[in-house]
């Protein structure tokens, strides 16, 4: 929508072993190590009580990797009280370093980054310290580059430094066309920054689309009030949130759910869930039936830690759009009799823990093909053609 003849405004909606594999480890936190050698920290508000230290012996590698966008679906890193400046990176979706600036309000810069850069800013990094020292910080950023092997594009390749550092350019050439190019290109970026999931409003500098260029207002402070409104959220949001451990290939690995919504059913229980692996979050629906927890002593959220560790270890797609071909699995709304139906080994994640759940021959398996009518024939023609191309392989020495 538009607030005048010049300002783009919208506020955004919105942001998943085999067989004798250990039972998922589950915590109350919303704290998460991702696969690989950096630590992901969910943050909440920039109001730590902390004040802010020297940090220039923090190496890169040393630093959390922290999502731009927290849990929220917002911008808002911890950032020490006393704070006067930031050295701040950021990452992209492979978490490869794009970009290294310079900041006096972490917060804005990383909101300004992110909505330059949407398919860009993913992670960030930063040492916070307690005065503003040019010297100081381009000796920090000079040794993250040093570190690394040298600057990331970002602050190396002119176009690409361009596009970290000032406003995007709409690239019209009359009056009128600029800023009828600015506002497109500003839906454009708007559109991005929603498909992330980013929660915060954003919204256009009228100036800079007169001159067919979009940035976004930096946004207010946070009272005292909205500040406790915000910690309050995320205590709630913590407590909804599980870190689960498990094996995925061997190694471990991590998951978060977290239960937006507990319905009560005649049958069991419904629950509305995101799931976020690999730094990738998707909702789902699951209904739990009580003949999967009532009789073995758990509690439906444990069956719905067990159930998502295992179709993670499947590789299961975590979304799906559109009509489902009768070889897809409805990740999005289903119920765990489903699971069940689909893959006779589920049972063994009740065997695992020491409880024994009515498996196979309990369904008509929906995963089995059955040849009938013109299926049958296609099966029998699949199968004689691969009987004869077995007849012509040489026969093994």
């Not at 936190?29 to 992901?40: C, K, M, V």
């Not at 909101?111 to 990094?125: G, L, Q, Y």
């Not at 020491?354 to 049958?376: E, P, Q, S």
Request: aromatic share 8%; glycine share 6%; proline share 4%.
């Amino acid at each position: 929508m538009e607030r005048s003849l010049y300002t783009v405004s919208i506020r955004c909606a919105g942001r998943v072993p085999s067989k004798g594999a250990e039972m998922p480890v589950l915590t109350q936190s919303h704290t998460a190590t991702s696969r690989g050698a950096h630590t992901r920290k969910r943050t909440t508000v920039c109001c730590p009580a902390a004040p802010a230290a020297p940090a220039t012996s923090s190496t890169l590698l040393d630093l959390d990797l922290v999502p731009v966008l927290n849990l929220q679906g917002m911008i808002e890193p911890e950032v020490p009280a006393g704070t006067a400046a930031s050295v701040f990176a950021i990452f992209d979706e492979g978490k490869k370093l794009q970009f290294v600036g310079f900041s006096k309000d972490l917060r804005n810069s990383l909101r300004t980054v992110f909505s330059r850069r949407p398919d860009k800013a993913f992670f960030f990094k930063a040492v916070n310290l307690p005065q503003l020292d040019q010297n100081e910080m381009v000796a920090i950023r000079t040794a993250w580059f040093e570190e690394v092997g040298g600057a990331p594009t970002g602050n190396k390749l002119a176009m690409e430094r361009k596009a970290w550092s000032e406003p995007v350019a709409a690239g019209a050439i009359s009056e009128r066309g600029r800023l009828e190019a600015a506002k497109s290109q500003a839906q454009e970026l708007l559109v991005m920054i929603k498909s992330r999931g980013c929660k915060e409003e954003f919204v256009a500098k009228q100036d800079l689309l007169l001159e067919g260029k979009v940035d976004f207002e930096p946004a207010a402070a946070l009272t005292e009030e909205e500040l406790a409104q915000r910690r309050e959220q995320a205590a709630q949001l913590s407590k909804a949130t599980r870190t689960v451990g498990f094996t995925l290939d061997g190694e471990p690995a991590q998951f978060e759910l977290r239960i937006r919504n507990d319905y009560k059913t005649n049958g069991g229980r419904m629950f509305d869930v995101n799931v976020t692996f690999e730094d990738r979050e998707t909702k789902h629906r699951v209904i739990v039936g009580k003949e999967y927890y009532e009789d073995f002593d758990l509690e439906p959220e444990q069956i719905l830690v067990m159930t998502f560790a295992f179709l993670l270890r499947k590789k299961t797609p975590r979304q799906t759009e559109g009509m489902l071909l009768s070889s897809q699995f409805n990740i999005n709304y289903f119920a765990i009799s489903e699971v069940d139906q689909w893959w006779n080994d589920f049972v063994n994640e009740w065997t695992d823990i020491g409880k024994t759940l009515a498996g196979d021959g309990k369904f008509w398996r929906m995963n089995r093909l059955h040849g009938y009518g013109g299926m049958a024939n296609d099966m029998a023609n699949q199968e004689r053609d691969m009987a004869q191309e077995k007849e012509l392989l040489p026969n093994a020495s």
